[in-house]
């Protein structure tokens, strides 16, 4: 089946507008992820939605992120009044959720300019 | 908390050769132990993890590496380069024994592979 995606795959936006990622994950994964990768550090782990739980949100950076999953399935990522500190590409990982050693399957990204 | 540490920004390597990628790790109980690779302009890909057993674990794309407990290390080796195994690569750690489910990421480790 597909692997998870990911649109945009590119966004240029001006400081302070508001940004939406969105992420579909592989379908029949009940784990879905965001993490942060920005130019030259690793993968930042921003917030963790585990079927009709609570999500962790304990990566998010500030009050300015904040994300949604609806149904189980699709998930959106928002970033409010954008700073340029935010330039970044965005990943998403999806996974069965079947137990911690499990891999993480990864989108493309998408890359966010904030001008 | 936890955290890994790829010390090398890029390795460059002769094709042909063998090749090492080192990861060392710092966790509190016992580590599940990945390593991911990405092309340019796609997303992270699974090569193999360590959960128990044999401290030498074999994966995708003739790659393989060894968990040290006693240096805290998760090295990724191959035998014999390609220049297509030229990207970058990225160590992750997770606890076992915790419900938290994101993974902690190393700063990632371009190889380089000359012809």
């Known amino acids: 089946g597909a692997g998870v995606s990911q649109s945009p795959s590119n966004k240029v936006t001006e400081k302070g507008k508001d940004v939406e990622l969105r992420c579909d994950p592989i379908?029949?994964?009940?784990?879905l992820y965001w993490y942060r990768q920005s130019l030259g550090q690793g993968l930042e782990f921003l917030i963790y939605f585990q079927g009709n739980s609570a999500p962790d949100k304990s990566g998010l950076p500030s009050d300015r992120f904040s994300a949604e999953r609806t149904g189980g399935s699709v998930s959106t990522l928002t970033i409010q009044r954008t700073q340029q500190e935010d330039s970044a590409v965005y990943l998403c990982a999806s996974s069965q959720a079947r137990g911690p050693s499990e891999e993480q399957y990864f989108g493309p990204g998408t890359r966010l300019t904030v001008t | 908390a936890q955290s890994v540490a790829q010390p090398e920004d890029q390795v460059n390597v002769a094709e042909g050769n063998p090749l090492t990628v080192k990861c060392t790790y710092s966790?509190?109980?016992?580590?599940?132990l990945f390593w991911y690779v990405q092309y340019p302009n796609r997303g992270l890909q699974f090569l193999l993890k360590y959960i128990t057993g044999d401290n030498l674990v074999k994966g995708s794309y003739g790659f393989e590496a060894e968990f040290n407990k006693s240096q805290t290390s998760f090295h990724l080796k191959k035998p014999s380069a390609l220049v297509s195994d030229s990207a970058l690569y990225f160590c992750a750690v997770r606890r076992m024994d915790t419900g938290r489910r994101a993974l902690t990421f190393g700063s990632g480790t371009r190889l380089q592979v000359q012809p």
């Open positions: 966790v509190s109980g016992n580590p599940y």
């Open positions: 379908s029949g994964h009940t784990a």
